[in-house]
Every structure is written in C-alpha cells, then in structure tokens.
C-alpha cells in the first residue's frame, strides 16, 4: 500500500549552475543537465562520473565511456548568477508569479 507523502518542491532546474556540498566531489562545480524530480535527483556535467562499457554496433564503435551519474539534490547547493556564491533558494510572488530567489543577496534568479 502506498502512502500519499509530500514532495518538496525541486528548487534546481536544468541549465543551472551548481557547486557539490557533500560527497566525493565535494566542492567540484556544473552545470545541470537533467532534473529527476520524482527521485529528487540531478545529472550534472563533470560530477558523479561512472564507466559505461559499450558493445560495438554497426552506427557506432564499442568502447568504455564516461558518462555523469545522478546526484542526490540535498548534495547541490545553486550558484547565484549575480554573486557567482553558492546559495540557498527561496520562492515568493512577484507580479502573480511564482519566482526563485537567492536567499543570500535576495535578488531574483532567473
């Protein structure tokens, strides 16, 4: 039996540019590149890197890629755009729309 719980609300959206707080990239940064809200996880560009072992084709040649794994979204924290610092986001109405904000400096993130 599942239960009806609450989700918070995915505060990072793809094509933002995030800094790792926790883990074994701590302090690395990216750009995401998916967002996988109903895990509330996200791909970043250069973090979580795995080995994907891939067989040959006839389109393409086999080989051993890197490719990003997913990331827990607790482990992102959201680099201002303004302040280039890593912040924390908030949401609040502004003209009937739901916009993000940084906590930090308080300037709207678009």
């Not at 793809?14 to 791909?43: H, P, W």
């Not at 794994?69 to 109405?93: A, F, Q, W, Y």
Request: aromatic share 2%.
């Amino acid at each position: 039996m599942s239960r009806n719980r609450f989700k918070p609300k995915v505060k990072i959206k793809k094509g933002d540019q995030v800094e790792v707080i926790a883990g074994k990239d701590k302090g690395s940064t990216g750009e995401v590149l998916n967002v996988l809200a109903d895990k509330n996880r996200a791909v970043v560009s250069g973090i979580n890197i795995a080995r994907k072992h891939n067989k040959p084709t006839a389109e393409r040649p086999g080989g051993i890629n890197d490719i990003p794994m997913p990331i827990h979204i607790s482990n992102l924290m959201l680099i201002d755009p303004n302040t280039n610092e890593p912040t924390r986001v908030g949401r609040k109405l502004v003209d009937g729309k739901l916009v993000r904000y940084s906590k930090k400096s308080g300037q709207i993130i678009k």
